[in-house]
Every structure is written in structure tokens, then in C-alpha cells.
T-cell receptor
């Protein structure tokens, strides 16, 4: 089955700890994205990567870091510098065919930091 | 900058009625997309309309685009309880999302 997976579904951490969220896709997509969603809110772009070994900051990159060593994987690290890390995190991927950028989303990881 | 502002914020209708939600954006676009999100889940792509298109249909969905007004609308006809979800529009390659329209379809 082709798709995009995120793990774990729920994650609990103590304040001050870094935590890494996994995102894997087997759709052969070049581009991958990380979004944050707070309750009742829209999605805000954290980081995106259009090709392996390259990534750009989105609107709210502070306190987050990413890597793109493989086409299939785009892990997100929520560092202790992120002031309000509790949120729902969504990963997405897309092809880079012309101007069409339909995104395929993973099921999300709900992170709770106490 | 925020692209893709949906309106209304919330919409409650009866099963069988039509639901219309709107999206406004600020800069020139190449395409506009509508997505659906069930509570606590990822987003699912519904339909894409290109900047040179004015209307597009997919099943019970009808999307219009007015580039002169920088706005789009999504019409869901003959709504069902299963259509209850949040609906988002997005524009451009980075797909910045608005806050969505929460649609509730009452059986």
C-alpha cells in the first residue's frame, strides 16, 4: 500500500526534553511538509523540503528542526526551545509536477508536553 | 502571510440541504485546492481548480473560482451526516491553510 505514515499517534513528553516525530512516505514524492495545528485552528507551516538534503523554514520554524537525508523520510524534532509544543502535528508530501501540488497527509501525531 | 481564509467559520445544516463555504486569498495563484479534515485526522484532498478555470465538479462537489475577486466557493449538494468535517482551502505550492469551515450536517 502506498501512503504516508506518522508515528506515534500519541506522544507524551516532559517539558525540557527534545522529541522527534517520524514521517515516512512511499509515494516517491519529492516534497515533504510539516504543519502544526492547534485546537480549532488551521494549519501552520513549520518546515518544508522540496528535495533530499534541502529544506526551508515555514512560518513558525522557531524551536523546531528537521532533516531530509532520505527521500522517504522527513523527521521533525521539537526542541526544548519551542515554548508551546503541545499540538497536533501533520506531515504531508507532494509531487513536484508543474504547478500541481496536491498534498497527501499522514494521520498526525498528537504531542502533549507537561 | 496567510492565504486561504474560509468563511463562515461554522455552518450547521440538515441532511439533504446544500452547504456553501467560501475562501478568499490575497495574492495571485496558480491553483486553489480544497481539503477536508475529520476530527483528529489528517487532511484529505478533495478538488483542485486551476487559475484559468472558473468552475469544476467532482461528484457532489462544485468549486468555483473568481480570480478577479480572489475568491473561491465550495458547494456540497445533498449533504449527508458523513460530510460533517472541517473544510480548508489552500493556494500555491506551500499550501498555507486558513482556519477552515466547520460543517455539521444533522441527520
Amino acid at each position: 500500500d502506498g501512503g504516508i505514515t506518522q508515528s506515534p499517534k500519541y506522544l507524551f513528553r516532559k517539558e525540557g526534553q527534545n522529541v522527534t516525530l517520524s514521517c515516512e512516505q512511499n509515494l516517491n514524492h519529492d516534497a515533504m511538509y510539516w504543519y502544526r495545528q492547534d485546537p480549532g485552528q488551521g494549519l501552520r507551516l513549520i518546515y518544508y523540503s522540496q528535495i533530499v538534503n534541502d529544506f526551508q523554514k515555514g512560518d513558525i520554524a522557531e524551536g523546531y528542526s528537521v532533516s531530509r537525508e532520505k527521500k522517504e523520510s522527513f523527521p521533525l524534532t521539537v526542541t526544548s526551545a519551542q515554548k508551546n509544543p503541545t499540538a497536533f502535528y501533520l506531515c504531508a508530501s507532494s509531487t513536484r509536477s508543474g504547478k500541481v501540488y496536491e498534498q497527501y497527509f499522514g494521520p498526525g501525531t498528537r504531542l502533549t508536553v507537561t | 502571510s496567510q492565504q486561504g481564509e474560509e468563511d463562515p467559520q461554522a455552518l450547521s445544516i440538515q441532511e439533504g440541504e446544500n452547504a456553501t463555504m467560501n475562501c478568499s486569498y490575497k495574492t495571485s495563484i496558480n491553483n486553489l485546492q480544497w481539503y477536508r479534515q475529520n476530527s483528529g485526522r489528517g487532511l484529505v484532498h478533495l478538488i483542485l481548480i486551476r487559475s484559468n478555470e472558473r468552475e469544476k465538479h467532482s461528484g457532489r462537489l462544485r468549486v468555483t473560482l473568481d480570480t478577479s475577486k480572489k475568491s473561491s466557493s465550495l458547494l456540497i449538494t445533498a449533504s449527508r451526516a458523513a460530510d460533517t468535517a472541517s473544510y480548508f482551502c489552500a493556494t500555491d505550492a506551500k499550501l498555507t491553510f486558513g482556519e477552515g469551515t466547520q460543517l455539521t450536517v444533522n441527520p
